[in-house]
């Protein structure tokens, strides 16, 4: 089975810009549907973005779109998500995953088997 590492998480005023990154060990990254998911204080977990398994093809939940990038490296085992024009309401644990089984660019938790220990992302206003 394959591990998840987040990276890159930190405090940044409204309008900045964070990249997270999510490395990846014991499988190739490649096989996998790579997703990332962020869950809020107080909320539930939700889908943010994701990517296919050979970076063809993305998602990405409404409120992101326009502002977040997500991107693949499968020769380095990594996958990042660029986030810019941080709003207060970004703030959350943001989580890593990986699906083997999952469709392209899937979208839902259940479609993912693994996880990340996540990384903290506050954005001040």
């Known amino acids: 089975q394959v591990q998840l590492v987040e990276s890159g998480g930190g405090l940044v005023q409204a309008g900045g810009s964070l990249r997270l990154s999510c490395g990846a060990s014991?499988?190739?990254?490649?096989?996998?549907?790579m997703g990332w998911f962020r869950r809020a204080p107080g909320k539930e977990r939700e889908f943010v973005a994701a990517?296919?398994?050979?970076?063809?093809?993305?998602q990405y939940i409404d409120s992101v779109k326009g502002r977040f990038t997500i991107s693949r490296d499968n020769a380095k085992n990594t996958v990042y998500l660029h986030m810019t024009s941080l709003k207060p309401e970004d703030t959350a644990v943001y989580y890593c995953?990986?699906?083997?089984?999952?469709?392209?660019?899937?979208?839902?938790?259940?479609?993912?088997?693994?996880w990340g220990q996540g990384t903290q992302v506050t954005v001040s206003s």
């Open positions: 990517i296919s398994r050979l970076g063809g093809s993305t």
């Open positions: 014991g499988r190739p990254v490649s096989i996998y549907v």
């Open positions: 995953s990986a699906g083997v089984s999952a469709p392209s660019a899937a979208t839902t938790t259940a479609d993912y088997a693994y």
